[in-house]
């Protein structure tokens, strides 16, 4: 039977992806050697980091005075690494917390320095995104999280600020078209959109770097992998080459204009469906609606069971919520077809 993959992550990828990343596995580049065991200095997996790096900035639409970084950590570790690299000893970063991880990054940005809480959803349970905030050049950087996975939330617009702007974002990058140039640095955990867990992307102004007047501890310092252009110290080979991978996927099915037109129509065949079954309800603010990470609930609980059973004999799985809210949440990112969506809205009509 077909699985479905609705997890949130690490999420579905390109049937082609994995087709090419698993030879590369057993001879990569017809070099009678594995891609987990060649060098990370060997000319073959240089050329993958110099492509998977520029990819990033064609697909993007991003000049020279940007740099992209493959790094490890996950996004948390960028959680601590942005106020290391940009917020200054005597200054203070603004925040919005509108989610669990834009939680975290608050909280670890306090470990470095002043941080101001300009807006927050906190107490609706996070089912909303705050707008009526402003970001004044007092602060040295405003941080926002682009898309809640837990709270299936996202920023349709980003706020004009007179600082500069940091954006996570690990669930929605390359799903949507956005000037990225308003963006003054951006991360992302590769485990949604971009590839298998293990690497993190950045995308800095350079400009930006050097002026916090703080020591940053050297696998912290944005600079350094820079200038050793992501290979500081031994790369993810794999989950480089992954991305890579997935990207050029991307790029070659009609780039992220092309991703969007297809994740616009799986979101409005699946709220569609919440918005009119009268078994299910959505959890976020209409307005505020993820387009990643659609969470729903049952509007009777007593025909939890019934449902359970039908989407996983459908060959639906991971559609359960998040631990910390409960009800369900499909996440429907750029590999996942539009057929999937439709299996679970025809299971949807049949409760």
């Not at 999420?11 to 590369?24: D, G, T, Y």
């Amino acid at each position: 039977m077909k699985k479905h993959n609705f997890s949130a992550g690490p999420s579905i990828l390109p049937q082609e992806v994995f087709q090419k990343a698993s030879e590369a596995i057993l001879n990569f580049n017809d070099s009678g050697l594995s891609l987990l065991e060649i060098s990370h200095r060997s000319k073959d997996f240089v050329a993958v980091m110099d492509e998977a790096r520029a990819i990033v900035k064609r697909l993007m639409n991003l000049g020279d005075d940007y740099e992209v970084l493959y790094l490890q950590g996950g996004a948390s570790l960028q959680f601590l690494m942005v106020p290391y690299n940009l917020l200054s000893v005597d200054g203070k970063a603004a925040y919005t917390n509108t989610g669990t991880w834009a939680a975290g990054a608050i909280k670890e940005a306090k470990m470095i320095g002043n941080v101001d809480v300009v807006a927050t959803s906190k107490e609706a349970n996070y089912s909303y995104i705050p707008k009526e905030f402003k970001v004044g050049s007092e602060y040295d950087y405003f941080h926002c999280t682009s898309n809640n996975t837990i709270f299936g939330t996202q920023m349709k617009e980003f706020p004009k600020v007179d600082t500069l702007l940091v954006c996570d974002m690990s669930s929605d990058i390359f799903s949507r078209e956005l000037d990225f140039s308003q963006f003054d640095l951006i991360y992302a955990g590769a485990q949604k959109n971009m590839g298998p867990a293990g690497a993190t992307l950045v995308v800095v102004k350079k400009s930006i770097l050097g002026k916090t007047g703080r020591t940053i501890p050297t696998y912290l310092d944005y600079a350094v992998h820079i200038d050793k252009e992501s290979m500081s110290n031994t790369p993810p080979v794999f989950a480089v080459y992954a991305s890579y991978l997935t990207l050029k996927h991307l790029e070659d099915n009609g780039g992220i204009a092309a991703a969007e037109a297809r994740n616009n129509a799986k979101a409005k065949l699946l709220y569609d469906e919440i918005d009119s079954n009268p078994n299910f309800q959505g959890v976020s603010a209409i307005e505020d609606r993820s387009f990643m990470n659609v969470t729903f609930t049952l509007t009777d609980e007593s025909k939890q069971e019934a449902f359970d059973a039908a989407w996983k004999a459908a060959g639906i799985s991971g559609l359960n919520g998040h631990r910390s809210v409960g009800g369900y949440r499909a996440s429907i990112y750029n590999a996942m077809p539009i057929e999937s969506v439709q299996v679970l809205v025809d299971v949807m009509k049949s409760i």
